[in-house]
């Protein structure tokens, strides 16, 4: 046979296939185009247009080709010129007691909240009991995240000014720390504390000094233990209702994936009574605190499945692995430092450099545990020594248990050195760095926690950039909003409250700052293969921002707003048109938890430690609302 008889077959073949149709595409159920769509795939970082079928993207890249998915049936989202890019992935926060924030008047600081003097503190609470339910339902006005350093007044407020908001209703206000809080004459009465009270162990009653009464101010172990009287306690269904206000919170700042960062067994027996209930519309991935007992008989299917096998949500629930805290928090200066503070807290010496909270023993215990078991884990470790205590744990356990890839996950490393980061990359630890502490309290790591030098350097993403690290970053809500644009502006930025930049070394571009909220945070989660990016065969989660991250000015990245954010082709959030952009979020007005009432509960609690950075005293009222001990 010749060659030319050989490959007749072939040709015809060929050309009789050139000469039919192609295949139809695979009709699509939505398709999003006419405007920039951000892609976060370096092999193709833009495109024109993208479609959905069944929760997944089916088509992304030229216009002409996507719409060749456009059928009769399909919904074509116009983005009218705004910016299109993957749904942001939670790499640290805690949606449960954002939950809590999300329900309480909104205390904060501006440009957060609207509380810059003690009047607008009052005619904020006057707002929230005028409007909100949860007076009646929990007997108590209350809000959260007052900042005295950030009042006009530089004090915290009066019993007798929040007398003026209720003279027969007890009254509560939260401090940022949640270390302390005042209340006023007929929160006073309620809990028993007279001109006569002790100072209970660990804690202050405050008294002024020229009359000898409280002054409403409670400090530590006192205001623990008013929280324990004050807020009553919460059904089933209201629990599942405060978990959904943190999951609406998150996904009006783009969040499609949120994170319970250091979860109480309980904590996850309501997110899994919520699944069960098909309560939830974001996914939500927990990390239960390993030091709790129970949470090794939490670790099973459904929600928990080891690194070994893909990630399994159930209805929008899973367990990723577990969490492990070793130290505290700089701006609390209770993280664990190699080198003394910049100024030591009142009453410490000069030597002070913070404290550990974990022997080094159970730090290798808990790692080889989480070898064995095929556990992702999280550990918090704000100070280089705490990061220190981490790399040593992992260095023995992976001695013991070799060869086991489980992501381990440094949070926050606040003053991680340049000289661990090899360390870092050697032990396969993902560092999920928080810049927004350069905004926050930049200016007080600069003046008091850390000096001039160290500061510079606080949440070191320039250095992981210089390595080629994949980095994440996060909010850590509800220390602060869970604010996406906030978290972005702050990691290419690095500006402080008075406008400083700390740390011009450590700003990284727009793009690298994107990877750490979407791509790399996927990774983190062992979701990189259906999350983080616009590729075909990934989930359909979105967020459809005002602007162009990438075309804006640098520093108009805090004012680009959420429009929309879009969980498997679904709208889970749509902006609402108001008055004024600046507003900030109407919280507290949560009346899915009005439905049933409850007496207030009398047992009193101590000091509860918290996750070293966001607020303990969301624990002592989380555990108080739900009638547990922690």
């Known amino acids: 046979m010749t060659l030319l008889k050989k490959l007749l077959p072939a040709v015809t073949l060929a050309a009789l296939s050139g000469c039919q149709h192609a295949p139809p595409a695979e009709p699509a159920d939505a398709i999003w185009l006419n405007g920039p769509i951000i892609t976060v795939d370096d092999d193709h970082p833009e495109a024109d247009a993208v479609a959905v079928r069944d929760g997944r993207i089916v088509a992304v890249g030229k216009r002409k080709d996507v719409l060749r998915h456009q059928a009769d049936t399909t919904a074509m989202h116009d983005l009218h010129g705004r910016t299109l890019l993957p749904g942001f992935v939670d790499a640290h926060g805690h949606v449960f007691f954002t939950g809590f924030q999300a329900m309480s008047a909104n205390l904060l600081p501006p440009p957060d909240g609207g509380v810059a003097d003690v009047a607008s503190l009052v005619e904020t609470l006057k707002t929230f009991a005028k409007d909100s339910l949860l007076r009646e339902e929990f007997g108590l006005i209350y809000g959260f995240g007052y900042d005295d350093s950030q009042l006009t007044e530089k004090r915290h407020p009066t019993r007798a000014e929040l007398d003026q908001v209720s003279q027969d209703q007890p009254v509560l206000v939260i401090h940022q720390s949640a270390h302390f809080g005042v209340v006023n004459s007929a929160g006073l009465k309620q809990l028993g504390i007279t001109a006569a009270s002790e100072n209970p162990k660990g804690g202050v009653i405050v008294k002024d000094p020229a009359t000898g009464e409280p002054t409403g101010l409670l400090e530590e172990n006192a205001f623990f233990m008013a929280l324990g009287k004050m807020f009553p306690k919460m059904s089933p269904q209201q629990a599942i209702a405060m978990l959904q206000e943190g999951e609406k919170l998150y996904t009006r700042y783009g969040y499609t994936t949120l994170q319970d960062g250091r979860s109480a067994p309980l ?72 080198e003394p503070y910049y100024q030591p807290p009142e009453g410490k010496a000069d030597d002070y450099a913070g404290y550990g909270v974990v022997d080094d023993d159970k730090v290798v215990e808990v790692y080889t545990q989480a070898l064995e078991n095929r556990w992702q884990t999280l550990t918090h470790a704000n100070g280089d020594r705490a990061i220190d205590q981490m790399i040593m744990g992992w260095r023995e356990a992976e001695a013991r248990v070799p060869d086991v890839d489980v992501r381990p996950v440094l949070i926050h490393g606040q003053t991680l050195r340049k000289d661990q980061i090899p360390a870092l990359e050697a032990l396969g630890i993902l560092p999920s760095l928080f810049p927004m502490h350069t905004f926050y309290w930049g200016d007080w790591h600069r003046d008091s926690v850390l000096g001039p030098e160290r500061a510079e350097n606080i949440s070191p993403t320039g250095w992981g950039r210089e390595r080629g690290l994949r980095f994440t970053t996060h909010h850590d809500a509800p220390v602060a909003l869970p604010d996406s644009m906030r978290v972005l502006d702050t990691t290419v930025n690095r500006t402080t409250r008075s406008g400083r930049v700390l740390g011009e070394n450590q700003k990284v571009d727009v793009m690298t700052a994107l990877k750490a909220m979407t791509l790399w945070s996927a ?47 679904e709208t889970i959030y749509r902006r609402e048109a108001r008055t004024s952009d600046a507003a900030p979020p109407a919280l507290g007005l949560a009346p899915a938890l009005a439905s049933h009432r409850h007496d207030h509960g009398e047992h009193g609690h101590g000091q509860y430690g918290g996750d070293g950075c966001f607020a303990p005293g969301l624990e002592v009222i989380f555990h108080t609302l739900t009638g547990t001990q922690h």
Do not use: C
């Open 523 to 569: 990774r983190q989660h062992f979701e990189e293969d259906r999350k983080g990016s616009i590729e075909v065969g990934k989930l359909a989660d979105f967020v459809v921002l005002s602007d162009n991250p990438l075309t804006v000015p640098s520093n108009s990245l805090i004012h680009l707003r959420v429009e929309e954010t879009i969980k498997e082709g």
């Open 267 to 338: 904590h996850v027996k309501i997110a899994q009574a919520a699944a069960n209930a098909g309560a939830l519309r974001a996914d939500i991935v927990s990390y239960p605190d390993i030091l709790n007992p129970g949470v090794e008989e939490l670790m099973v299917a459904p929600f928990y499945h080891n690194v070994d096998s893909a990630p399994q949500y159930h209805n929008h629930f899973r367990i990723g692995g577990i969490k492990l805290t070793l130290d505290g928090s700089p701006q609390g200066k209770t993280a664990w430092l190699t």
